[in-house]
């Protein structure tokens, strides 16, 4: 009776420090969230710029092309459904197709980013007569504030709701070399 008292102990006091840990996680999150606000790099010469980006999902990839020909490329993380188009919000799908980087956020709750123009009229369309809502908010961005230091371990799995994550150095680079109106295709 003894080992079994001794055993219910070592397993909760081994499930209460998991819970704290997780909380003390969630928690740092949130208040990590309120301070997203960067100075976000010069856009780089139009010389420089991208004028197309390509997204394979399969290869978990992203390139950014000037003329047809790849001038930076990228491992990215997805939505954490990733197979297949998005249907509708809270699928955790990111979508595919051709969209446009119509705008960006200096003061995201990820370090920067850039607003695809997800969902296209179809897109509203087929979630519509589905009874759905298509979602929206789908972004190439970094971390989420104060997860910088993760870096590159980010890519062990896909981790968004849909959008396509990169490193917070990645993400200075690719804010500077995107410009708003570009043309972006994401492959399945």
């Keep these: 009776m003894g080992q079994a ?49 390509v997204v394979g999902k399969t290869q978990r990839s992203m390139r950014l092309l000037q003329n047809g020909r790849t001038i930076r490329e990228y491992r990215v993380s997805l939505g954490g459904n990733p197979v297949g188009h998005k249907q509708r919000e809270g699928d955790e799908r990111t979508p595919e197709g051709r969209y446009l980087i119509d705008w960006r956020n200096k003061k995201s709750m990820a370090y920067l980013s850039l607003h695809i123009s997800y969902p296209a009229p179809a897109d509203t369309a087929r979630a519509a007569a589905a009874g759905e809502s298509p979602g929206g ?7 989420v504030n104060g997860w910088g230091f993760v870096g590159s371990l980010h890519r062990l799995w896909d981790w968004t709701d849909g959008c396509i994550a990169v490193t917070n150095e990645e993400m200075r680079e690719i804010w500077s070399l995107v410009p708003d109106g570009t043309p972006i295709q994401i492959d399945g």
């Design 5 to 53: 008292m001794a055993f219910f102990s070592v397993v909760k006091k081994t499930v209460l420090a998991a819970v704290l840990l997780l909380a003390s996680a969630f928690l740092y999150t949130l208040a990590a969230k309120r301070y997203g606000a960067v100075t976000p790099p010069a856009m780089a010469a139009p010389a420089f710029q991208a004028d197309m980006i």
């Design 137 to 143: 908010n789908i972004m190439i961005h970094g971390m």
